[in-house]
């Protein structure tokens, strides 16, 4: 995509969720003409499960002729965290192959020019030496992945982001089906309130890389519009930025104000121990980028599910309630 003034149409499938609605924010915050603000004569489509469900392929070609989107970034998928991913292993499968395939080839069929599509840094070998980096992909067992099919085979530039774990504001804030920072900040959140004891799951001892869905927007848009090879790119903070559950925890205490009683249920699955993942090729190519602090991206995130946790995705409330 050039820096000038364009008629690029850029449909945001998951437009409504936790990565999509972080673009949407980068986009319509940053100044019109920057690195990641709107450009002149761009419009940018944030389409939702009642845009089309994407598991029907009739469905998903009639959104394609209304927007006629010539670019595509793909984040409509069922999502969850280690415990709903565990349960609903097969749901998982189906119902995300069938969304990609129908994307993926509805773009092609509509000569979209461009497709980033959102892996995820689960989608690597479980026994890999470490950081994992971008050629270490097909080292185990082979994924779903049709970004290097539809290259070989029709020449579409369409490629995928990898993204480590992901947070910050309109994320899942479920108990038990969301992911981890999500799901300890609203224990903690009614551990305050009914001050009852907050009890995270697991050891606390496994290591994550987490980015903040607004520097992740960022990474995307520049992505779509400075990156131009099939490769995947992992959007991620530095190796060395690794923060271990209890960190998060205890982040999570102090941004939350909770002074209560704070124990580990060790009898719960802790998943994978670590999975540190480099971020060397995106910095080589993107240059200087800024990664917002841990500690402030999680303040802020906290401070958004507070002020907006009669919206927020919850799921069931405390008193059963949803
Ligand atoms: N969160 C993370 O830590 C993380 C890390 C790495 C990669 N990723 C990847 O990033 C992408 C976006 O994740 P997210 O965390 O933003 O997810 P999310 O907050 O759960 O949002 C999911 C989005 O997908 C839409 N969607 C779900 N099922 C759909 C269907 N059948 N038809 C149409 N749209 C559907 C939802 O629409 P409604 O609002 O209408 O339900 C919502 O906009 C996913 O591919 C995910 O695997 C996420």
């Known amino acids: 995509m050039s820096s000038q003034s364009t008629n690029d149409v850029i449909l945001v499938t998951g437009g409504t969720g936790l990565v999509g609605s972080a673009i949407q924010h980068i986009i319509e915050t940053e100044p ?4 990641f603000g709107k450009r002149p004569g761009e419009t940018w489509i944030f389409a939702s499960s009642k845009d089309a469900d994407l598991r029907d392929r009739e469905q998903t070609k009639k ?3 209304k927007y006629k989107p010539t670019h595509v970034i793909h984040l409509g998928a069922l999502v969850g965290g280690l415990f709903k991913n565990m349960k609903y292993k097969l749901t998982f499968l189906r119902e995300n192959t069938l ?11 509509n000569q979209v020019k461009k497709v980033i599509s959102c892996l995820s840094t689960c989608v690597f070998p479980d026994k890999v030496t ?10 185990g067992l082979p994924h779903e992945s049709n970004f290097g099919a539809y290259k070989e085979e029709f ?3 369409f490629t995928s982001a990898i993204p480590t774990n992901v947070f910050g504001p309109n994320d899942n804030f479920d108990l038990e089906d969301s992911h981890v920072i999500p799901g300890l900040i609203h224990k903690c959140y009614l551990a305050k309130k009914n001050g009852t004891p907050f009890i995270v799951s697991g050891t606390g001892k496994p290591l ?12 995307f848009i520049w992505q779509l519009r400075e990156y131009d090879d099939v490769e995947p790119v992992i959007l991620s903070v530095g190796e060395n930025e690794e923060v271990s559950i ?7 205490v102090k941004a ?3 002074e209560g009683q704070y124990s580990f249920d060790t009898t719960r699955a802790d998943g994978q121990f670590r999975k540190p993942a480099s971020n060397a090729k995106l910095l080589s190519l993107i240059g200087e980028f800024d990664f917002t602090p841990f500690e402030t991206a999680l303040r802020k995130t906290v401070q958004w599910f507070v002020a907006n946790y009669e919206n927020a995705r919850t799921g069931k409330k405390a008193d059963g309630s949803t």
């Open 32 to 35: 019109v003409g920057s690195r």
């Open 63 to 65: 959104m394609f002729e």
């Open 99 to 109: 969304i990609n395939d129908n994307v993926l080839h509805t773009a092609y069929e």
């Open 130 to 139: 470490y950081p994992l980096d971008e050629t270490k992909i097909h080292l």
């Open 155 to 157: 020449g579409c530039n």
């Open 208 to 219: 994550r890389q987490f980015i903040y869905s607004y520097d992740l927007a960022k990474l």
């Open 246 to 252: 209890k960190d998060v925890a205890d982040a999570i």
């Open 256 to 258: 939350v104000g909770f």
